[in-house]
């Protein structure tokens, strides 16, 4: 399984991105997936998490009612639209897939991670 993620760059606070995730591998459409996102100087951590069906979603606190995290099994590709940007936004972005097809939220429930984009947000 690779992953290539996509989309990150340099927006106003308050403003939006939508980074995208391609996945190769059959295994994309019946597995759960998710971002984490990495400050500088702080470890990795959870954001969003999707089940296989995109039935469930599960956000961190910090993203609730801001970020959605859509998929589209057809084309193997998942999403993070990410609006009303803030400056503690600011992150390298990883897209995981997660090692079952529930909605899962802890780093080691994720064997498969894709290499990261950064996302900054100006105030």
């Known amino acids: 399984v690779q992953l290539q993620a996509s989309g990150g760059g340099l927006v106003q606070a308050g403003g939006s991105l939508r980074l995208s995730c391609a996945a190769s591998?059959?295994?994309?459409?019946?597995?759960?997936m998710g971002w984490f996102r990495q400050a500088p100087g702080k470890e990795r951590e959870f954001v969003a998490s999707i089940s296989w069906s995109g039935g469930s979603t599960f956000y961190s606190d910090s993203v609730k009612g801001r970020l959605t995290i859509p998929r589209d099994n057809a084309s193997y590709t998942m999403y993070l639209q990410m609006n009303s940007l803030k400056p503690e936004d600011t992150a390298v972005y990883y897209c995981?897939?997660?090692?079952?097809?529930?909605?899962?939220?802890?780093?080691?429930?994720?064997?498969?991670w894709g290499q990261g984009t950064q996302v900054t947000v100006s105030s």
């Open positions: 591998g059959r295994t994309f459409s019946s597995n759960g």
């Open positions: 995981a897939q997660a090692r079952g097809s529930i909605v899962l939220t802890g780093r080691t429930n994720y064997g498969y």
